[in-house]
């Protein structure tokens, strides 16, 4: 059932994300071929800019878009009149849940990758390359001589802590709009109370426990290897806590709470 | 006969109205229900609760023996007075959406009805009238073969050729093992398919019985008995 609801999840936010970041390959493209086109250089280089201006707005539509549609997904398929065809299918309302978690991180590293490759297309050119691989290996040399052999597992901390915390975003945002769904009348101005509620507690409490944490730890916490031994597992177990807490809370609500208008 | 839906006691509140209040039913297989009620009387509750879109305060409730849930839906066609399908879909997309959801979904029988009342599969959902996405909607629920079907103002937002029609699919459409339970105010447009009625007013159970056994009893039609029970 899951996997019938992930199709059909990337069938309805396929038909957006594919034909824009088709644009936006099309367009870095564009661009790598102008920049290399000698007759341009004159009066005509206002092409270029116009090229270069398209090509930028396509990337912040991208992310503004991937932001809007993981919101708008959510509210309008499961919380509108579209919930009573979701809510009456034979799922559970965890595996509906699952479905928009999944396909929306999903998108959300796409677009971060379709975005990165278009800057490569259009950047990518034998210097530049050269260039970005002296960075990464300076970058390399230097994390080796600040954590030696720990690096490696600096790296498996960074990006696991990268996708727990944008799985965080979307299911902060999934618990503030089921959470709104209680307020009745006012459920769009409910999910951005709820959504700034949870924020500032969680500020709050990290605040607090760094607080304690700095008292109790003391100078061990200058230490570049509490970096990979200490912050980073916090930061991923912390994640990970909250990110069970909004799941188990959004489920909550659907099964128990439901009120579809 | 084996009992399809079982209400023991079942209240609803919103706050502090009550929209159903120690609401006991059995219903049967094999028979066309009329639920019969004026606005806000708690038709829409209860057909929410049968179909795990509400939870009841207190009271239960079993289809085929199951609490709602997965298995429930399994056999319960729903129709929303909602038009429910994705804006975006083509008539197509939402047949194909329905047969990979339900295992009981015919899809021969959705494209034969289809084209009996002249819909276009080609066409986007978004470019229908109201009346003709509430023909898509009905011609998709009834082409599964569920237990029970639970049509909420199925015939509300359609002209009355298409009225008959869809009385005609409904009557047609469903087998001697399963229920449908027609939630209406249309009265006299249903009349004459009902097997039973339940009355229900101010999220209480008035009446439930026979046509067959009232119109003998009363010496009247649903719709006048309606007119009586109701009167404002």
Same mark, same amino acid.
């Given at each position: ?261 | ?30 028979? =066309?229900? @009329? %639920? !019969?009620? +004026? /606005?806000?009387?708690?038709? *829409?509750?209860?057909?929410?609760? =049968?179909? @795990? %879109? !509400?939870? +009841? /305060?207190?009271?239960?409730? *079993? ?170």
């Amino acid at each position: 059932m899951l996997g019938k609801l992930i199709k059909h999840e990337l069938n309805a936010t396929g038909r957006i994300f594919l034909p824009l970041y088709i644009i936006i390959l099309i367009l870095s493209l564009v661009n790598r071929v102008l920049t290399t086109i000698k007759i341009l250089d004159g009066p005509l280089n206002v092409l270029r800019g116009f090229t270069i201006t398209a090509y930028t707005l396509s990337i912040i539509a991208t992310l503004v878009v991937t932001f809007v549609i993981m919101i708008l997904r959510f509210y309008k398929n499961l919380m509108s009149d579209e919930g009573y065809l979701m809510f009456t299918l034979p799922a559970k309302p965890s595996q509906l849940i699952s479905a928009k978690l999944i396909v929306s991180s999903l998108w959300n590293i796409a677009s971060i990758i379709v975005v990165a490759c278009s800057l490569l297309v259009m950047l990518g050119t034998s210097k530049n390359m050269g260039i970005l691989r002296e960075f990464i290996d300076m970058a390399l040399t230097g994390m080796k001589a600040s954590f030696g052999s720990s690096y490696v597992l600096l790296i498996v901390e960074f990006i696991i802590m990268m996708i727990v915390s944008l799985i965080q975003q979307v299911m902060l945002i999934y618990v503030s709009i089921a959470i709104g769904h209680l307020f009745n009348g006012h459920k769009v101005i409910g999910s951005f109370v709820s959504y700034i509620a949870i924020s500032t507690i969680i500020q709050i409490l990290v605040t607090i426990i760094l607080l304690i944490w700095a008292r109790i730890a003391g100078s061990s916490l200058d230490d570049l290897e509490a970096i990979p031994q200490l912050v980073f597992p916090f930061s991923i177990i912390f994640s990970l806590i909250c990110n069970i807490l909004f799941y188990l809370g959004t489920n909550y609500i659907f099964k128990k709470k439901l009120n579809l208008e | 006969m084996s009992v399809i839906l079982d209400c023991k006691s079942l209240t609803k509140k919103f706050g502090s109205t009550t929209a159903l209040s120690d609401l006991s039913l059995s219903l049967e297989r094999g028979r =066309i229900i @009329g %639920l !019969l009620g +004026p /606005n806000g009387s708690g038709k *829409t509750t209860l057909i929410k609760i =049968i179909n @795990g %879109l !509400l939870v +009841p /305060n207190e009271g239960s409730i *079993t289809i085929a023996g199951m609490e709602p849930g997965v298995e429930s839906k399994k056999i319960i066609s729903f129709l929303p007075e909602r038009t429910y399908l994705p804006e975006w879909m083509k008539i197509s997309d939402a047949i194909s959406f329905f047969k990979d959801f339900y295992e009981d979904f015919e899809e021969k029988r959705a494209y034969d009805m289809l084209h009996r009342l002249n819909l276009d599969p080609a066409k986007r959902l978004k470019t229908l009238s109201k009346g003709t996405k509430e023909k898509v909607q009905l011609i998709l629920v009834m082409s599964r073969r569920a237990d029970l079907y639970c049509l909420d103002e199925p015939i509300g937002g359609v002209d009355p050729a298409a009225r008959d029609y869809i009385l005609n699919t409904i009557i047609t459409n469903y087998d001697e093992n399963a229920t449908v339970i027609l939630s209406t105010h249309l009265i006299a447009d249903i009349e004459n398919v009902l097997d039973e009625v339940i009355f229900i007013k101010e999220g209480r159970l008035v009446l439930h019985a026979p046509v067959d056994e009232i119109r003998e009893k009363e010496g009247k039609s649903i719709d006048s008995l309606f007119r009586e029970v109701f009167k404002c």
